[in-house]
């Protein structure tokens, strides 16, 4: 049971986030990251044949960093990981990461997890050389971050697939009765194809959520994510169960086939809560 809709339907209706993309439109790829307010606790859950991550095992409940301070999804597969080298520049010039030792000279180490999905074949000019784009995408997307941001064929989903038809960036939101507003941001880029269960091609509905598939029809539902972290305000006597919380995500899934040998953990997506006064 859920009250709807935040009021944007975009998961920067969770109170302290904002999310901000960029995009190559000639490599046709791009960068989405989120950002938080303040440092977040972080889970993930990395399924599929082909993962592709960067410093997922740092959000292990037996390690050293209990809080990000951002997280990447990124177009350009392998190339793409150097996006998260780009927001954490940024976020290091912004005086944001952790301290493991403070002093003069010594710089703060942003935590930035990061997924990307394999958009190389998809037409686009890849002929970068030594310099693909990414490490300057994450710096741009960073910069747009807002509470606004464009949906579809934008940041990270710019050259996504989803089985035969347009992949995209998705998001939406709900508020739950007792007040939790909840968020999801997903980049779709899927082996197999969008589907529901017991309708036809010409039924198949985005049950209310934003489209993350745009000019293309019929319009299939928002797939939920293979990579989802749960991002909630610090709260050290239960952080080490939030792993746990991640485990479930993948369960309503509406891609088929599912898990193949061939995904990476795309869709890469985010989901995010917030409760309505603070943790004691």
Do not use: Q
């Not at 390690?63 to 996006?83: F, N």
């Not at 996504?160 to 507003?181: E, H, I, Q, R």
């Amino acid at each position: 049971m859920n009250k709807g809709a935040g009021p944007s339907n975009l998961i920067t209706d969770v109170p302290g986030l904002s999310v901000g993309g960029a995009v190559d439109a000639r490599a046709r790829t791009g960068v989405t990251v989120i950002l938080p307010e303040h440092r977040g606790v972080c889970a993930v859950d990395v399924r599929g044949g082909a993962p592709g991550t960067r410093e997922t095992d740092a959000l292990g409940a037996d390690t050293l960093v209990e809080a990000v301070d951002a997280v990447v999804l990124s177009g350009g597969s392998v190339y793409g990981l150097a996006a998260a080298d780009g927001v954490a520049a940024w976020l290091g010039a912004h005086g944001r990461g952790y301290g493991l030792a403070r002093g003069p000279g010594i710089p703060l180490v942003p935590v930035v997890p990061s997924a990307i999905l394999y958009d190389l074949a998809n037409g686009g000019d890849k002929h970068w050389g030594l310099d693909p784009p990414y490490r300057a995408l994450g710096v741009a997307a960073a910069r747009a971050a807002g509470r606004a941001f464009d949906l579809g064929t934008a940041g990270a989903g710019a050259g996504a697939m989803a089985g035969a038809l347009k992949g995209g960036l998705g998001s939406a939101s709900a508020v739950t009765p007792d007040g939790f507003t909840v968020g999801a941001l997903v980049a779709v880029n899927s082996f197999g194809a969008p589907w529901r269960p017991a309708r036809s091609a010409s039924e198949l509905t985005t049950g209310g959520s934003r489209n993350a598939i745009r000019g293309s029809a019929p319009t299939p539902p928002l797939p939920v994510s293979r990579w989802t972290p749960f991002w909630i305000p610090p709260r050290r006597d239960v952080w080490r169960s939030w792993p746990r919380m991640a485990w479930p995500a993948p369960s309503g899934r509406c891609i088929r086939p599912s898990m193949a040998m061939s995904f990476s953990p795309s869709p890469p997506g985010v989901v995010l809560s917030r409760s309505p006064r603070p943790f004691r």
